[in-house]
């Protein structure tokens, strides 16, 4: 007999989750976490830490305040590192007791150390000061996330060059600051600095910003971005980076086309790699992507079929969010539980920029690839009287209906409070409905949430006349 159900290897969103789902249905259960705190990436170097960086750059700089009240505020000189990193780590630390305080409630045993495969069955977990442990399951669940991927380029050992989870241990803040890579923690984080006066300049090897977004707002999130300062750099990749020895000097990038930046500091996000290595998982039959990510099928089922993986550690789309559903699914697969063997057909995406940026659903340029008949509607936060409230001037809302059911197929946010706003349209994509829940549901007055409202209506009158 197994000593436990399910061994979970990870304590991220996808691995707390996976368990609690398996400790619910009367299974034993058994987490291994290799770092002395619980939580993986999401609650320690990426998902929470980094969006309450982002507040406190709001705070401290006064940003939100500017113009509002006629008031010009600016980041206190004085701001010290410790002034920036308060708040992430309060934030950091209750997180780290929630997950342990629901693990420890649902009767899950918790093994710190490093975990590896031994045999299909069994894992081995390497501990610093005592002898190693075993543990056998009946399943195993794999949700060991991912690391930010490290390209040969950049002398990382040097204390001003930056990955997206060093970065979070940052010694001062820089006076200038190169960010490599646009995506989304390329763009979060710059965004964060420039909100605090620091000069940024972004490269990113592809054409827009963050292209699998609408083109609307792709291009929307790229002015607003300009207008906090970034220097943009896009279509270009560096081919050469010098760091002097003195830290007075700057670190210079040249670009492919022979463009000099020169940084006091750098960060380069340039994708992640999953967590794979030192698993044993390749030994047992357990197929492994480019990056290392582990390949799975229906059920989040690897070839190995008591083996499941779940998180980051499978790839896209890599959010904390996605992560607990798959790892729902993949209990409720393993064990054989009542539930929905699949996600949910629509799943949001939630950008922390500043403006943040949030979308569920088809894009404009999706729907005209497939030929599907559509109208768009739009509300601006301008003419919003919440938003006028809270001086949100650039904020937009977008709907994308079908143009002869109206069926709501489509939602785009950006702005003030984007990733709550766009759970409405998600709600109503999930359960098929048409732009008459929006003309008949009474939204709260003043609100953002009205622009529903409004944006349907100016579908209606776009269709009306003739303007699709």
């Known amino acids: 007999m197994a000593d436990f159900d399910l061994v979970v290897i990870g304590s991220g969103p996808a691995g707390e989750w996976g368990a609690v789902q398996a400790a619910l249905a009367g299974k034993r259960v058994a987490v291994v976490e290799k770092e002395p705190v619980l939580g993986g990436t999401a609650a320690n170097t990426g998902t929470l830490p980094s969006k309450t960086l982002r507040e406190t750059a709001l705070h401290l700089s006064g940003l939100k305040a500017r113009g509002l009240y006629s008031v010009e505020t600016t980041l206190r000189h004085e701001a010290t ?16 007791e929630r997950i342990a305080g629901n693990l420890q409630r649902h009767g899950i045993q918790v ?41 040969p380029l950049y002398p990382f050992g040097d204390t001003r060059v930056h990955d ?27 965004c964060m600095f420039a909100a605090l006066g620091i000069p940024v300049t972004l490269v990113e090897v592809k054409p827009e910003v963050l292209p699998f977004l609408d083109d609307e707002f792709s291009a929307l999130l790229a002015r607003r971005m300009e207008a906090l300062g970034i220097r943009l750099r896009f279509g270009h990749t560096v081919e050469k980076v010098e760091v002097p020895t003195a830290c007075e000097e700057p670190i210079r990038l040249t670009l492919d086309s022979g463009e000099e930046v020169d940084a006091d500091q750098v960060l380069v996000a340039s994708g992640r790699s999953a967590n794979t290595a030192g698993l044993g998982l390749e030994a047992l039959g357990v197929k492994l992507g480019a990056r290392g990510q582990v390949e799975v099928g229906p059920g989040f089922q690897t070839a190995v079929p008591h083996i499941y993986a779940v998180g980051d550690v499978i790839g896209f789309p890599a959010l904390a969010s996605t992560s607990m559903d798959q790892a729902r699914i993949a209990v409720e697969h393993a064990f054989d539980l009542e539930g929905p063997l699949a996600m949910a057909p629509v799943l949001p995406y939630g950008i922390y920029t500043i403006p943040e940026v949030s979308m569920a ?12 008949p559509y109208v768009a509607g739009r509300a601006q936060f301008s003419t919003n009287p919440r938003g006028q409230i809270i001086g949100e001037m650039h904020g937009l809302l977008k709907l994308l209906f079908h143009r002869e059911s109206l069926k709501l197929l489509g939602v785009h946010v950006i702005g003030e409070q984007a990733s709550e706003l766009v759970h409405v349209g998600l709600v109503a994509m999930l359960t098929g409905s048409s732009a008459r829940l929006f003309i008949e549901t009474c939204f709260n007055y003043p609100t953002l949430s009205e622009a529903y409202k409004a944006a349907t209506f100016d579908a209606l009158d776009r269709l009306k006349h003739g303007l699709v």
Do not use: N, W
């Open 164 to 190: 997206s989870d060093e970065v979070l241990e940052i010694g001062r803040l820089p006076s200038s600051l190169v960010v490599v890579g646009g995506g989304v923690i390329g763009c979060e984080y710059a």
């Open 111 to 151: 093994i710190l150390g490093t975990g590896s495969l031994e045999d299909a069955h069994t894992v081995r977990v390497r501990h610093r000061d005592q002898p190693d442990t075993r543990l056998t399951g009946d399943v195993i669940l794999v949700a060991t996330g991912s690391s930010p991927y490290r390209p």
């Open 361 to 372: 659903g088809e894009t404009e340029e999706d729907l005209r690839k497939k030929g599907v």
């Open 81 to 96: 590192v410790s002034d920036f990193l308060y708040r992430e780590r309060r934030v950091k630390g209750m997180e780290r």
